[in-house]
Nanobody
Framework: VQLQASGGGLVQTGDSLRLSCAASGRTFSRYAVAWFRRAPGKERELVAAIGWRAGGTVYQDSVKGRFTISRNDTQNMVYLQMNSLKSEDTAVYYC?????????????????WGQGTQVTVSS
């Protein structure tokens, strides 16, 4: 599976962005997909994850109610809708896929990673 993240940009506090993760592979629906982020000087952290065939989602507490992860398996796409963005959401965002199909919280569980897309939220 190859992953391609896109949709990042420079926005202001309170704005919205939608990140997209395009995946290759005919069995994509069997994979769980997650969004992680890494802010300057901080460790990588899970933002949200979705299990295979959209079975089960996991969110970091700080984004609950603001971010929504979704997937379209017919198009091999996973999205992260980010609303009410805050300056602390500034980071490089990565999508990752897990062949076990389970929305794990830990990055080491994920087998495939895309390149990052920068999200910068200015106050």
């Amino acid at each position: 599976v190859q992953l391609q993240a896109s949709g990042g940009g420079l926005v202001q506090t309170g704005d919205s962005l939608r990140l997209s993760c395009a995946a290759s592979g005919r069995t994509f629906s069997r994979y769980a997909v997650a969004w992680f982020r890494r802010a300057p000087g901080k460790e990588r952290e899970l933002v949200a994850a979705i299990g295979w065939r959209a079975g089960g989602t996991v969110y970091q507490d700080s984004v609950k109610g603001r971010f929504t992860i979704s997937r379209n398996d017919t198009q091999n796409m996973v999205y992260l809708q980010m609303n009410s963005l805050k300056s602390e959401d500034t980071a490089v965002y990565y999508c990752a896929a897990d062949s076990a199909g389970i929305a794990f919280k830990h990055g080491w569980r994920y087998d495939y990673w895309g390149q990052g897309t920068q999200v910068t939220v200015s106050s």
